[in-house]
């Protein structure tokens, strides 16, 4: 699981609160991700990380805001959560030599009420 | 931009029975191709990959692909399926422009083998 932790793993959140999700690495690797999943769209890209405070906006950024103050950790930021942010969120990283494989952590089930 | 598509939603095959798991991919250059399994409730899981060379890629758990260039495929095969390979699978592709080498992912195929 390239030690790949993601908290909290289930929320649920009412329409308008902020809501922050972490991801953990224990192994270094600079690249780190944020995607989506919902059904019929497989996963999207929300933003990513390319090192310590630099990062930059994926394809479905909106609503949505990323910080990367140490290597470890990547978090993820719904600054007022709506319902159509009702999603599981999986944090990635990218395996360091050129395979460009990404693993992944175990998901965040959020649920807007 | 770089995609993939899986252009069946659900397959269904008996266990014993070899599997084809089928994407194709819409890419400018050479492909980076992936393909991911997800059980229930968990995350993705790496299977294989294709990045040069030898267009029959051997992964995790059996499974293998075939990349395609003429045909633009990558196609998800084991000769003999499990009970146990019931799951979602992906195919992906790395993207080429400003991402991070982020991955572009198609819909997703659902697996069903059947005793």
């Known amino acids: 699981d390239a030690g790949i932790t993601q908290s909290p793993r289930h929320k649920v959140t009412e329409t308008g609160t902020p809501v922050t999700l972490r991801c953990h690495q224990t192994?270094?690797?600079?690249?780190m991700y944020w995607y989506r999943q919902d059904p019929g769209h497989g996963l999207r890209l929300i933003h990513y990380s390319y090192g310590v405070k630099d990062t930059d906006k994926g394809e479905v950024s909106d609503g949505y805001s990323v910080s990367r103050s140490k290597t470890e950790d990547f978090l993820l930021t719904l600054e007022s959560a709506t319902s159509s942010q009702t999603s599981v969120y999986f944090c990635?990283?990218?395996?360091?030599?050129?395979?460009?494989?990404?693993?992944f952590g175990p998901g965040t089930r959020l649920t807007v009420t | 931009a770089q995609s993939v598509a899986q252009p069946e939603d659900q397959v269904n095959v008996a266990e014993g029975n070899p599997l084809t798991v089928k994407c194709t991919y819409s890419?400018?250059?050479?492909?980076?191709l992936f393909w991911y399994v997800q059980y229930p409730n968990r995350g993705l899981q790496f299977l294989l990959k294709?990045?040069?060379?030898?267009?029959l890629v051997k992964g995790s758990y059996g499974f293998e692909a075939e990349f395609n260039k003429s045909q633009t495929s990558f196609h998800l095969k084991k000769p003999s399926a499990l009970v146990s390979d019931s799951a979602l699978y992906f195919c992906?592709?790395?993207?080429?422009?400003?991402?991070?080498?982020?991955?572009?992912f198609g819909k997703g195929t659902s697996l069903l083998v059947t005793p």
């Open positions: 992906a592709v790395r993207d080429m422009g400003n991402s991070g080498y982020a991955l572009n």
């Open positions: 192994e270094n690797h600079r690249y």
């Open positions: 890419v400018s250059g050479n492909p980076y």
């Open positions: 294709y990045i040069t060379g030898d267009n």
């Open positions: 990635a990283i990218r395996a360091s030599g050129g395979g460009h494989e990404q693993y």
